[in-house]
């Protein structure tokens, strides 16, 4: 049982640096998601006014920047995900 802990440990451990990587884009995603809602569009009808004139302010525009990017690597992510796991399904062999 301890040979087999020592193995998964030792298949996790290169993969802190890449896990630390994606959650760091998973958590500014979420919370520009957040931001951007509560700064940017408000829920009122002086929200739903400024709208045009927030949406062109720098930290509306850091925030979409920050949500379409971090939407696109977390798209990568799993992209990477599956392939790595289908390349590894297809060539298991077993013992």
Not at 61 to 90: D, F
């Given at each position: 049982?301890?040979?087999?802990?020592?193995?998964?440990?030792?298949?996790?451990?290169?993969?802190?640096?890449?896990?630390?990587?994606?959650?760091?884009?998973?958590?500014?995603?979420?919370?520009?998601?957040?931001?951007?809602?509560?700064?940017?569009?408000?829920?009122?009808?002086?929200?739903?006014?400024?709208?045009?004139?927030?949406?062109v302010a720098p930290h509306?525009?850091?925030?979409?920047?920050?949500?379409?990017?971090?939407?696109?690597?977390?798209?990568?992510?799993?992209?990477?995900?599956?392939?790595?796991?289908?390349?590894?399904?297809?060539?298991?062999?077993?013992?």
């Open positions: 049982m301890e040979n087999i802990f020592n193995n998964i440990v030792a298949f996790i451990k290169p993969l802190y640096s890449i896990m630390y990587f994606y959650m760091g884009w998973i958590t500014l995603h979420y919370m520009s998601a957040q931001f951007y809602m509560y700064y940017c569009t408000p829920q009122s009808i002086w929200g739903f006014f400024m709208s045009p004139f927030l949406s509306c525009n850091a925030m979409r920047w920050v949500i379409y990017e971090s939407g696109t690597i977390i798209y990568g992510m799993w992209v990477s995900i599956g392939t790595w796991l289908v390349a590894n399904v297809l060539t298991y062999k077993g013992n």
